[in-house]
């Protein structure tokens, strides 16, 4: 499968990219680094994985890329995220990161018609594994 982690240079997307690369599957990573950071990834993308990795450095919000991103991919994980009101600031930056989320809830059904996973379906799905 291929698949577009948003947010995947951050904590949480660099490790589930490490458990997609480990089982096979092609990621393809886009962050715009304002809380994540390539030391997160930098082992996918220069070790024995490097060939099934890619990292974009980008925004949800921009409209043209997530489209071109999506269009290369099965699957969406949506883990970008806004982690706190005083690191972006204020309330319009979080509005236009919700903007993105349409953003991308277009492009998968739109576009390809394939799965947005969010990491609240993430959270509900390990609460049912349980």
Do not use: C, W
């Not at 925004?59 to 994980?77: A, G, K, N």
């Not at 993105?100 to 990491?119: K, W």
Request: charged fraction near 15%; aromatic fraction near 6%.
């Amino acid at each position: 499968m291929r698949y577009l982690i948003t947010g995947g240079a951050g904590f949480i997307g660099s490790h589930v990219a490490d458990r997609l690369v480990g089982r096979g599957d092609t990621v393809s990573l886009l962050d715009d680094l304002s809380t994540g950071s390539t030391a997160n990834i930098q082992h996918l993308l220069s070790g024995p994985s490097s060939a099934a990795v890619r990292f974009t450095e980008g925004s949800v919000l921009d409209h043209s890329l997530v489209s071109q991103l999506t269009r290369e991919v099965d699957v969406i994980v949506h883990l970008a995220a806004t982690v706190g009101v005083e690191l972006v600031g204020g309330a319009g930056p979080i509005l236009a990161r919700a903007f993105g989320f349409v953003a991308l809830t277009f492009a998968a059904v739109n576009i390809f018609g394939g799965f947005l996973v969010t990491q609240r379906m993430l959270s509900m799905y390990r609460k049912k594994k349980r």
